[in-house]
């Protein structure tokens, strides 16, 4: 028995290395609560969640808070009972946004001490089936570096040890705008050359017609991926941009839960699913989804929360890879490790990753 004595909360707000620009979003730094899960023998499980803009995580955390009345008192072997319990307390129409994310941060928190209070790395209770993954550089050409930059940078994740990279476009859905976008992708590739992988994100930047156009435009370029070109929840125009835009599409981390992948996955929406462990709602809703993912053969490959990422990467087949963000990299004591264009599965207890205290009080608000 490992039983939960208290959840506790910290707000924090970690600047980026550089302001980022996307089609649709543009930050300076990222909002965090940070959870803590204690059990009466001092086992500390973490997990956490974040908002592009630092002002809603308040929102967050105070949703997170009332979250405890579910988890004090009961066995972090109770982790999957907790989340329905959660899950049934839910408004009916607020399965999304703010309450699935406090949902994911308090599920991460309960299954790391699960496994911390046992001693092994949460991969191993869940069934580890590989102890590197591969990645790609995603904390980068963003859609306000210009072309000189963008080469620049490309080389220098190669150089870093990266064997695939991420390049945003979404420029204007203009004749004019397509040369822009396909002359930043092929700057990227001509820059990591051809043993370096290229994925394309759109961040929902187009119309189903233009997205089309790009992706034929891109075609020639052979892209790893084009990822939501249209807007989320338009799985008509995904699947249509598949069906004739002659590159894969990549999406699925905008929605939530594991009917949100249901749905893209029934849609014939994606070659790749990218589940986010934040709005699937956590590690007991990512299983699941990754689970209705294989049964339809579809590959997955984790959206943000690397560190975390991690323990599903390592215990599910068919993950392909995961994405390397390193904005929350600050937050942590321990570093990850990438070898060969893979990340190195920590064999730590729990996640492998705790939180750095000195960087908890520096970032608190």
Known sequence: MATIERLTTTVVDVPLPRPIATSIHASR?????????????GV???GFAFA???RRIRAFDEVVRDYARFVEGRDTADAEAIWQDVWADLNPTGHAGITVSALAAVDVAVWDAHARSRDVPLHALFGTCRDRVATYASSGLWLSVGLDDLAAEARRFVADGFRAVKVRIGSAPTAEGLADDVARVRTVSEAVGPDVAVHVDANQGFGVDHAVEVARALAPLDVA???EPVAYDDLAGHARVRADGGVPVATGETVFARAGIAAVVAAGACEVIMPDLQRVGGYTEMRRACALAATAGVP??????TEHSLSVAASTPGCTSV??????APLFAE???LLDGE???PDRPGTGFTFDEDARRRYAV
């Open 52 to 54: 592009m803009d630092g």
């Open 300 to 305: 997955v490959s984790t959206h943000f929360f």
């Open 335 to 337: 570093s990850m490790e």
């Open 343 to 345: 990340l190195v599965v």
């Open 323 to 328: 994405e390397h963000v390193d904005w929350f």
């Open 225 to 227: 991926w084009l990822e």
């Open 29 to 41: 730094s990222v909002g965090c609560v940070l959870v803590d899960v204690t059990t009466t023998d």
């Open 44 to 46: 500390v499980g973490q």
